[in-house]
């Protein structure tokens, strides 16, 4: 994409920055156990910086004190997608606001190729303009593979 | 490497995480001298007002408490070494808490987890208290998420298995307790920074579960016994216990309760603590039935905090003890 010539997904918060340490991680996490959120993991190997469906690895944690236990399932997520995206999310239950609050990638595949512009060319001499993957044209699941 | 530092991600550095060279004198971010004698990690900490509590209010237990003053010095010295550079291993803390029923062992968890998390060994200081219903699952597959589950509610602070060797069920090969231990053992082993694990449960059968289950009894480094109470710090638990509920004993009633433990403890299934607070329990009730049968009496702040020797005396307790002992 243009704001982001090296082809890295950028999405939600923190994407434009070098990626997050464990312990930085970990410090996000407590931010949002203190606020009452409840985390959960997502991975994805369709990558679209507008794509938000991501499928939910295990359950969402609710009713956790510590970082520690989403930091023990963010490993068992990378142990079993170790080069798909991996981000936490976290859920605000409270009445009215009902939605994610945070959300950020902590795991990436070693290379991403980035996007391609693709043009269409519709009425007249108008173009229209949107984005694809170049992971995306292979199958599910032998995507980021080495 | 990092081309910038997210803001929060240096000024708190994970406790323990880097430790000083040897030698260095540490200076702590908020210009705190770092602590180099024991009382200095005590008034950091504040894990001695925790110690003199759990000797105040807990009657008895002399084990348990030397047990757990030997802990505390272990971690406060681990503290001092860290902060003079030298290499202070985490120790291994679960513990086994084996006794008769009513010895207090989910109260001393609970204050377990208070002192561990004074000391700065658990970080939250909650306690997660347990049974097998919710570890064990109902069928193939539901038992390992849902003790992963418990098991992160724990992080950061204390689980509490209660009658722990109800997980295996030696006479059922196929029983799914078996997966929640193994899934048990692995977090002991491997998260040992983040969770302390305390198994309790009746002497004779977690022994028995023991046995069967010898990694569990090697990943334990603690294993305390509770001690039945004597008949003199039976009676000292149920002044306590009544004063906290702002009542008191009545002329004559200490002596008469005094009696009543020395024949409930005679008697079968006696659980100890358990056993005196409900007796005075029912005593209350009596107390209350004595104030009512009298509609138009005006009571004081002295009759309605009293527990009179009758209230005691009416309890079933002395009919089957005087059975018992035909002489008396």
Redesign the interface.
């Known amino acids: 994409m243009m704001t982001n010539p090296t082809g890295r997904l950028t999405q939600g918060q923190?994407s434009f920055?070098?990626d997050?340490?464990d312990?930085?991680i970990?410090?996000q996490i407590e931010y949002g156990l203190k606020k009452g959120y409840a985390w959960a993991v997502e991975y994805t190997d369709d990558p679209h910086p507008r794509n938000t469906y991501w499928e939910m690895f295990?359950?969402p944690?609710f009713?956790?004190?510590?970082?520690?236990?989403?930091m023990?399932?963010l490993k068992s997520c990378r142990d079993t997608f170790p080069t798909h995206y991996i981000r936490l999310v976290a859920f605000d239950s409270t009445r009215g606001v009902e939605t994610i609050a945070m959300s950020f990638i902590v795991n990436r595949p070693p290379v991403e190729p980035g996007f391609g512009l693709v043009r269409q060319e519709t009425n007249g001499r108008t173009m229209r303009y949107t984005i694809r993957g170049y992971e995306a044209e292979r199958a599910e699941g032998e995507r980021y593979r080495k | 490497m990092a081309m910038y530092n997210i803001p929060g991600s240096v000024t708190t550095p994970v406790p323990g995480a880097t430790p000083a060279k040897a030698g260095e004198v540490v200076e702590q971010g908020d210009g705190v001298r770092t602590a180099r004698t024991v009382a200095e990690v005590m008034a950091q900490s504040q894990a001695g007002d925790v110690l003199d509590e759990l000797d105040r209010e807990l009657v008895g237990l002399a084990p348990v408490k030397a047990r757990i003053r030997d802990i505390a010095a272990l971690l406060v010295i681990d503290r001092l070494r860290m902060n003079q550079g030298l290499q202070a291993q985490t120790p291994s803390l679960h513990m086994s808490f084996t006794g008769n029923p009513g010895t207090g062992k989910t109260t001393v968890a609970l204050r377990m987890a208070q002192i561990l998390h004074r000391l700065g060994y658990i970080r939250k200081g909650h306690l997660v208290a347990v049974t097998r219903d919710d570890l064990v699952g109902q069928y193939v597959g539901h038992t390992a998420p849902k003790t992963r589950e418990v098991l992160k509610k724990a992080m950061g602070g204390v689980l509490f298995i209660d009658e722990a060797y109800y997980l295996y069920r030696p006479d059922n090969e196929r029983d799914y307790g078996q997966e929640a231990i193994e899934i048990l053992m692995q977090v002991m082993e491997n998260n040992r920074d983040d969770l302390v694990v305390i198994l309790a449960g009746y002497g004779d059968r977690m022994e028995t579960f023991f046995q069967s289950n010898p990694g569990m009894r090697s990943r334990i480094a603690h294993h305390l016994e509770f001690p039945d109470f004597a008949e003199g710090e039976l009676l000292r638990i149920a002044e306590m216990m009544l004063e906290q509920q702002n009542y008191r004993f009545g002329p004559g009633a200490r002596e008469t309760f005094q009696e009543y433990i020395a024949h409930r403890i005679r008697q079968p299934q006696f659980a100890n603590a358990r056993s005196v607070r409900n007796a005075l329990d029912r005593a209350r009730l009596r107390q209350a039935s004595r104030l009512f049968a009298n509609p138009d009496k005006e009571l004081t702040v002295d009759d309605l905090s009293t527990i009179e020797s009758p209230d005691i005396r009416a309890s079933r307790v002395f009919d089957l003890g005087a059975a018992a002992t035909p002489n008396n």
């Open positions: 923190f920055l070098p997050l340490t312990a930085e970990a410090l295990g359950m944690m009713d956790l004190n510590d970082a520690a236990g989403v023990l399932e």
